[in-house]
T-cell receptor, first 121, second 118 residues
Framework: EPEVTQTPSHQVTQMGQEVILRCVPI?????FYWYRQILGQKVEFLVS????????KSEIFDDQFSVERPDGSNFTLKIRSTKLEDSAMYFC???????????????????FGPGTRLTVL | AQKITQTQPGMFVQEKEAVTLDCTYD???????LFWYKQPSSGEMIFLIY??????QNATEGRYSLNFQKARKSANLVISASQLGDSAMYFC???????????????FGTGTSLTVIP
């Protein structure tokens, strides 16, 4: 069964350093997402991406964050200058997009990757 | 106001018993979707069940069913015949907008930690 993959599973970095979190969405999916979950808290939306541009972003997704689809398979989240409060689990997700799921499929399920745990020291 | 509210931080259930996990939501959009995800201790998010705002019937997926009460804006998850492997965090989520809602963000609740007792 196709799945979303994320690397690395755990990233430790020093405050102020740049990190890039990598995701490989399901191959025929068109919409990609990043979420984060601070330890013990709820999952929070960061950004959605379609057709090589951001379609929606939250207040959390400020100028220190950026996303990119550098090739046909990877989807990356870059944090330019990490802060202590960026420590969290980061989830990538993907969904099929219009026209692929068929009329009998009434919803667009987002498939989540296993997450990358980011620790900022 | 919170989009998704889960008022039960922790729940216990005896193995083979049924359990209901509560979820209420807040939206003024007539089109929305409600989702439940399971997060085991390993951390991944596993999709369980979906309910669309226009669906007439309550959703069911195996041992999972969703008790959808639109007027009360609640979407409780019912797990029947609990198993030890059901012990996990459970998150309720909502997506607003068109039925398919491509690209629309999910709003998550704070989760309920379910422990199944042998």
């Amino acid at each position: 069964e196709p799945e979303v993959t994320q690397t690395p599973s755990h990233q430790v970095t020093q405050m102020g350093q740049e990190v890039i979190l990598r995701c490989v969405p399901i191959s025929n999916h068109l919409y990609f997402y990043w979420y984060r979950q601070i330890l013990g808290q709820k999952v929070e939306f960061l950004v959605s991406f379609y057709n090589n541009e951001i379609s929606e972003k939250s207040e959390i997704f400020d100028d220190q964050f950026s996303v990119e689809r550098p090739d046909g398979s990877n989807f990356t989240l870059k944090i330019r200058s990490t802060k202590l409060e960026d420590s969290a689990m980061y989830f990538c997700a993907s969904s099929e997009g219009p026209g692929l799921a068929g009329p009998e499929r009434g919803f667009d399920e987002q498939f989540f990757g296993p997450g990358t745990r980011l620790t900022v020291l | 106001a919170q989009k998704i509210t889960q008022t039960q931080p922790g729940m216990f259930v005896q193995e083979k018993e049924a359990v209901t996990l509560d979820c209420t939501y807040d939206t003024s959009d007539p089109s929305y979707g409600l989702f439940w995800y399971k997060q085991p201790s390993s951390g991944e998010m596993i999709f369980l069940i979906y309910q669309g705002s226009y669906d007439q019937q309550n959703a069911t997926e195996g041992r999972y069913s969703l008790n959808f009460q639109k007027a009360r804006k609640s979407a409780n998850l019912v797990i029947s015949a609990s198993q030890l492997g059901d012990s996990a965090m459970y998150f309720c989520a909502m997506r607003e907008g068109p039925l398919r809602g491509f690209g629309n963000q999910f709003y998550f609740g704070t989760g309920t930690s379910l422990t199944v007792i042998p």
